[in-house]
């Protein structure tokens, strides 16, 4: 394992804690998207299906463990413990319209026709576009919480390491995977916008607000 998926596991774990002590901590949900933490449980139970079949390592393992755990706990708070604090008047993009397409896409492009293999396809797609309904509501809402910022930030830093993972892995290793390369470049690209109003604005102290 090299420095940049290293620092990217940490960045997503750091993303995933961010949250999940923000709501504990604040006892509510508030400017957060339930409907993109229900998509990221989502591409975490399709995608670590092989915890069931297969093992690689203590880290790998616990990594997916401690990713699953989470995404369904944070779903918890924001649905069940916390609902009330939960801003669905704000949070109303139509999944399906990604779910549905992402799920055609994974049948028709994949490296393997097999159930796990198209699930875990389905996966990567679904990542690539799972933080849309968060920033959506964002939009909606024309600002956001700093701690919020700072998850968002996190993401899509675990991101952008991942995408020079790769290409590290390419250049030493010869490994090249066209399919998560390309869900990953996507992904990076709907951050740069937050990336650029993250350190303009957040960084300065100044709070994260949107053009109405």
Request: include cysteine; charged fraction near 15%.
């Amino acid at each position: 394992m090299n420095v940049f998926r290293l620092s990217g596991d940490l960045s997503h774990l750091a993303a995933i804690i961010i949250l999940l002590l923000k709501i504990w901590k604040t006892r509510s949900c508030a400017g957060i998207s339930g409907k993109s933490q229900l998509l990221f449980a989502l591409v975490f139970t399709t995608r670590y299906l092989d915890l069931l079949t297969a093992f690689i390592s203590l880290y790998n393992t616990s990594m997916k463990v401690i990713y699953i755990g989470c995404a369904y706990a944070t779903v918890y708070l924001i649905y069940v413990k916390f609902k009330a604090t939960y801003d669905g008047n704000h949070d109303t993009f139509r999944v399906e319209f990604l779910v549905v397409p992402v799920g055609g896409l994974a049948f028709l492009v994949n490296h393997d026709f097999s159930p796990l293999e198209i699930l875990w396809t389905f996966s990567i797609y679904l990542e690539s576009v799972a933080i849309l309904p968060q920033l959506f509501m964002i939009s909606k809402t024309g600002e956001a919480e700093t701690i919020t910022t700072h998850y968002l930030f996190f993401l899509g830093l675990y991101r952008a390491l991942y995408l020079i993972n790769w290409i590290w892995r390419f250049y030493f290793e010869g490994f090249f995977d066209m399919i998560a390369i390309v869900a990953g470049v996507v992904q990076t690209i709907l951050y740069c916008d937050f990336f650029y109003l993250y350190v303009t604005k957040v960084l300065k102290g100044k709070k994260l607000s949107l053009p109405a």
